[in-house]
T-cell receptor, first 112, second 116 residues
Framework: AQRVTQPEKLLSVFKGAPVELKCNYSYSGSPELFWYVQYSRQRLQLLLR??SRESIKGFTADLNKGETSFHLKKPFAQEEDSAMYYCALSGPGSSNTGKLIFGQGTTLQVKP | DAGVTQSPTHLIKTRGQQVTLRCSPK?????VSWYQQALGQGPQFIFQ???????QRGNFPDRFSGHQFPNYSSELNVNALLLGDSALYLC???????????????FGDGTRLSIL
């Protein structure tokens, strides 16, 4: 079964602390993995994707095929990082047009 | 460019009624996908339209149907509404570029549907 699991509904950290939002997936084959973010009163938007291997707003995520994980990390959290974060996957080669399977989301709360 | 636009923003219906939600894709996009997001859950894929045809479908009953017009805009229709259909309905658009060309899906603000 194709599934994305985000075990934490809420992650609360202090400003300047490291952040790791967990994402595990189940998929037969080689999926493409994404992190989407939704800031307060804004629409869902793409944060990063594993095939780009880039850092956006200080966030990085490494695909671990052995552990079927795609955890999102940032060394020093900022208050503006507070948002809802969704991990998602799609079939290989279809990330721009294929269906996305989302996790339940993790609310990141960065306290001053 | 306003990006993906959806209408209406909110809608209240009663059980058994029918509803139509509308989506205009981002300029330059030709593919539209619809998602249902229940409270506290991640979005769930309903279906996708490209070249005015349904190309992929998620695990939703036939009560959920759609349409895409020549200008790439799309409608989502839901018949015989149930209380469980109460949710935020999201539209996402993209350009059907070659795989791996880094063209992400863009989401609208959604339509909040409440069933009484």
């Amino acid at each position: 079964a194709q599934r994305v699991t985000q075990p934490e509904k809420l992650l609360s950290v202090f400003k300047g602390a490291p952040v790791e939002l967990k994402c595990n997936y189940s998929y037969s084959g080689s999926p493409e993995l994404f992190w989407y973010v939704q800031y307060s009163r804004q629409r869902l938007q793409l944060l990063l994707r594993h095939i780009s291997r880039e850092s956006i707003k200080g966030f990085t995520a490494d695909l671990n095929k052995g552990e079927t994980s795609f955890h999102l990390k940032k060394p020093f959290a900022q208050e503006e990082d507070s948002a809802m974060y969704y991990c998602a996957l799609s079939g290989p080669g279809s990330s721009n047009t294929g269906k996305l399977i989302f996790g339940q989301g993790t609310t990141l709360q960065v306290k001053p | 460019d306003a990006g993906v636009t959806q209408s209406p923003t909110h809608l209240i219906k009663t059980r058994g009624q029918q509803v139509t939600l509308r989506c205009s894709p981002k300029s330059g996009h030709d593919t539209v996908s619809w998602y249902q997001q229940a409270l506290g859950q991640g979005p769930q894929f309903i279906f996708q339209y490209y070249e005015e045809e349904e190309r992929q479908r998620g695990n939703f009953p036939d009560r959920f149907s759609g349409h895409q017009f020549p200008n790439y805009s799309s409608e989502l229709n839901v018949n015989a509404l149930l209380l469980g259909d109460s949710a935020l309905y999201l539209c996402a658009s993209s350009y059907r570029a070659p795989p791996g060309s880094n063209q992400p899906q863009h989401f609208g603000d959604g339509t909040r549907l409440s069933i009484l």
